[in-house]
């Protein structure tokens, strides 16, 4: 029985997950749950899962809302429940730069982490491998086109990948010119052409910032150059990524729009358990696969996610943080839609770097990112 200590339990991925352990009673238990705002959901889940040891709540206001005798509250709450939690995997599924620490705190612990918070490795990176070196425990990624290249190389050897190739689907604008940008509203941007998730990402998606992210979170989960790290476009967001290796040969994963397979396989890795799936792919039946090349004029937060990547110091903190607090400025209708691109460049050059940052000068350089984005527009 694997106890699972889940945070941002309230949120698309914590759901989803809650959904996965309540589908395997027997190999699942939750023991820990965090979130930010949302206590009825947290509730909810206390109501049917009373193996829950640990709360915790990013608001402190409403810590005496939940109904459990052991919450934390405030923000070093997912800290807290981490450290007194008895634990076998950390499901790290909160949104933002929130996620690092958890993180780091999970392995120095000694306890392995499945992750879909991006935002560990494309702000900490660096701290994320040094620390995984030190703890010898492993992360199980849980972003669809991360399981997708985690699955390809199952069997294989690492050192004979030519490249991995990331799936694109464009996001809510693919079909859009830069000029028709300009005039785009929230509503729209929120309409994801595939996949159900929470705002920020779905944002992100439509400004190609996810997957900027997504290179620069491959770079750090499996130890690749980012000579070696391409993208594609493809529409249909059926195949969720793929791994060419040095022979030419390209092996794909296919499969529906649902986050609940690479949370299984995250979570129980590496077997495979059976899943309910309302829609499943159905490979012996007609369906059409696109491909397009990247364009990196068309899409230039991509371009700008490489220059971090390999600059690496505090710059994906700042390219992070400025893009959470653009994302909210754009969220509430402060800014338009190109001016999160904006924010974000204007971001990045002005702020200081550091080669060598240690998790505090990461935590400086996220305010300073958001600080600096709030000043721009206010
Ligand atoms: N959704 C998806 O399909 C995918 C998501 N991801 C990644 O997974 C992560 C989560 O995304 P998603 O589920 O879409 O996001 P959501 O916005 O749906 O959920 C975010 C979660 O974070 C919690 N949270 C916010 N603030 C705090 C805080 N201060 N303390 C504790 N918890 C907090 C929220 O709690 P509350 O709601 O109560 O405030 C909520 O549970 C992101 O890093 C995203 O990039 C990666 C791949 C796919
Ligand atoms: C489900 C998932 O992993 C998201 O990151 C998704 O990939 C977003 O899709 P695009 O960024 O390709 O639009
Ligand atoms: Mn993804």
Redesign the pocket.
Known sequence: MKKILLLGATGSIGLQTIDVIEQHPDRFKLVGIAAGNQTEILNQILEKHRSIQVVGIGNEEKKDEIHHNKVYAGKEAMVQCIQNCEYDLLVNAVVGFRGLKPTLESLKKGKDVALANKESLVAGGMLVRQTLKETNTKLYPI????SAIFQCLQGNDIRQVKRLIITASGGSFRDKTREQLKEVTVEQTLKHPNWSMGKRITVDSATMV?KGF?VIEAHFLFDLDYDKIDTVLHKESIIHSMVEYEDHAIIAQMGSADMRLPIQYAIHYPDRIPLKEEHPLDASDTFDLHFKKMDFERYPMLKCAYEVGRKEGNLGAIFNGADEQAVEYFLDHKISFLQIEESILKAIESLEYIQNPTYEQLEQSDLAAREFVKQLWD
Do not use: L, R
Request: proline share 0%.
């Open positions: 972003d669809s086109e991360h996810n997504e």
